[in-house]
């Protein structure tokens, strides 16, 4: 059974820092690429980053470009996100999403919440002014 779980989030000022984990369980001899998605309140869900199964390719909205850092541990099947100089517009739940991949797709990322198999619960993120 494949679980993601997500961790990290917390109630910040403006200007500080996080990082967010996702540990995936359940996916022996499975190959995915993992994306960061948010959703703040009346709001829809959009994409915030992803990275490939092999690291080597990373995407991000534009938004945030510059100030998240994506990455990832396949040998402990987690990923992180490391956010800094955050701001309020950041605030939102986010979540950790799997895309399983064949070979071919090794090094690449999808943007698209309906390309993701398997999604964790989310973590809070809030950022005051």
């Known amino acids: 059974q494949v679980q993601l779980v997500e961790s990290g989030g917390g109630s910040v000022q403006a200007g500080d820092s996080l990082r967010l984990a996702c540990a995936a369980s359940?996916?022996?001899?499975?190959?995915?690429?993992m994306g960061w998605f948010r959703q703040a309140p009346g709001k829809e869900r959009e994409f915030v980053s992803a990275?490939?199964?092999?690291?080597?390719?990373?995407s991000y909205l534009d938004y945030v470009r510059g100030r998240l850092t994506n990455s990832r541990d396949n040998a402990n099947s987690t990923g992180n996100l490391k956010m800094s100089t955050l701001k309020p517009d950041d605030t939102a739940m986010y979540y950790c999403?799997?895309?399983?991949?064949?070979?071919?797709?090794?090094?690449?990322?999808?943007?698209?919440?309906?390309?993701?198999?398997?999604w964790g619960r989310g973590t809070q993120v809030t950022v005051s002014s």
């Open positions: 990275i490939s199964w092999s690291g080597s390719e990373t």
């Open positions: 999403a799997i895309r399983v991949v064949d070979y071919n797709e090794y090094g690449m990322v999808c943007s698209l919440p309906r390309g993701y198999n398997y």
């Open positions: 359940g996916l022996t001899f499975i190959r995915y690429s």
